[in-house]
């Protein structure tokens, strides 16, 4: 049973360039959830989205989007990146419901804004 | 608004030691409680979860926590630690289908 998987593992991007990560979730989820993990710190919530629509969004400039597919992946969009963007981002998939409390996380990847 | 407090930043501890991690929480409502692992260069992978019933909650690789409402508190412990298990550890907070709301992490290095 494959896990979580996002792609790429690593990226380098230029200030004000854009960036799209992907996320497949774990086999049987249905729902996806973004993080970002500064250097050093714990990771913080993005956004989660639900039935292809964003369901709840943290504390992120509208520059953070996103996009859930019919197959329940996802992408996480990042316009105009300053250098503060840099850091592990992490995808998190659960199977929605009351009882939906366990999320599953994939390995992240490691976006550096140069 | 929730939050997580793990009051250590960096623990030592000599290989075969017993390890205590804390983690103090703030929710409005009953809370599900986690910790997760994270070894470097890797996600999180999931320790242990409370979520109601027995306050002393077992998980993987031989670690426990228990939860405390009157301290708010949820301190994940080991009686021996064991080299592979220098890692960062985090504590978090959130109900079903909801957000994780993570504490700033502890770094737990084992001497030999």
């Known amino acids: 049973d494959a896990g979580v998987t996002q792609s790429p593992t690593h990226l380098i991007k230029t200030r004000g360039q854009q960036v799209t990560l992907r996320c497949s979730p774990k086999s049987g989820h249905d729902t996806v959830s973004w993080y970002q993990q500064a250097l050093g710190q714990g990771p913080q919530f993005i956004f989660q989205?639900?039935?292809?629509?964003?369901?709840q969004r943290g504390n992120f400039p509208d520059r953070f989007s996103g996009h859930q597919f019919p197959n329940y992946s996802s992408e996480l969009n990042v316009n105009a990146l300053l250098l503060g963007d840099s850091a592990l981002y992490l995808c998190?998939?659960?199977?929605?419901?009351?009882?939906?409390?366990?999320?599953?996380f994939g390995p992240g990847t490691r976006l550096t804004v140069t | 608004a929730q939050s997580v407090t793990q009051p250590d930043i960096h623990i030592t501890v000599s290989e075969g030691a017993s390890l205590e991690l804390r983690c103090n929480y703030s929710?409005?409502?009953?809370?599900?409680l986690f910790w997760y692992v994270q070894s470097p260069g890797q996600g999180l992978q999931l320790l242990l979860k409370y979520f109601s019933g027995d306050t002393l909650v077992q998980g993987i690789k031989g670690f426990e926590a228990e939860f405390k409402r009157s301290q708010s508190s949820f301190n994940l412990r080991k009686p021996s630690v064991h080299w592979s298990d220098a890692a960062e550890y985090f504590c978090a907070v959130g109900r079903a289908g909801n957000k994780l709301t993570f504490g700033g992490g502890t770094r737990v290095l084992v001497k030999p």
């Open positions: 929710y409005g409502a009953t809370p599900y």
């Open positions: 998190a998939s659960s199977l929605d419901g009351r009882w939906s409390y366990e999320q599953y």
């Open positions: 989205y639900y039935e292809e629509e964003e369901r």
